[in-house]
Nanobody, 129 residues
Framework: QVQLVESGGGLVQAGGSLRLSCAFS????????MGWFRQAPGKEREFVGH????????YIDDSVKGRFTISRDNAKNTVYLQMNNLKPEDTAVYYC??????????????????????WGQGTQVTVSS
């Protein structure tokens, strides 16, 4: 079965940077688009970013656009979330998830968590002021 394992979270001061990684195993990585979501305490899980199977198309939520970038390395079966100029409001558990393009009929559901089939356990990001 598919396994997704996030890493790279931690405690950082406001204005700092972190790079999250998500390792994919169990299926052919290049068959999936990938997404990042986050969930703060007491909040709904929200969309952060999405990247197509080949990495040529990305979608970043307006709330983090200009600060976060998403990328992938298919040779390493890994997707990344580079987070710069972090703010306390970014504090959350960050999840990566796989997006089955063929089941969703394309990329229109990229921001919908229900369109993703497998999820990692999450990694905590805490930004202090």
């Amino acid at each position: 079965q598919v396994q997704l394992v996030e890493s790279g979270g931690g405690l950082v001061q406001a204005g700092g940077s972190l790079r999250l990684s998500c390792a994919f195993s169990g299926r052919t990585f290049s068959n999936y688009a990938m997404g990042w979501f986050r969930q703060a305490p007491g909040k709904e899980r929200e969309f952060v970013g999405h990247i197509s199977w080949g990495g040529t198309r990305t979608y970043i939520d307006d709330s983090v656009k200009g600060r976060f970038t998403i990328s992938r390395d298919n040779a390493k079966n890994t997707v990344y979330l580079q987070m710069n100029n972090l703010k306390p409001e970014d504090t959350a558990v960050y999840y990566c998830a796989s997006y089955p393009i063929w089941q969703n009929g394309g990329y229109s559901g990229y921001a919908n968590l229900a369109s993703y089939d497998y999820w990692g356990q999450g990694t905590q990001v805490t930004v202090s002021s």
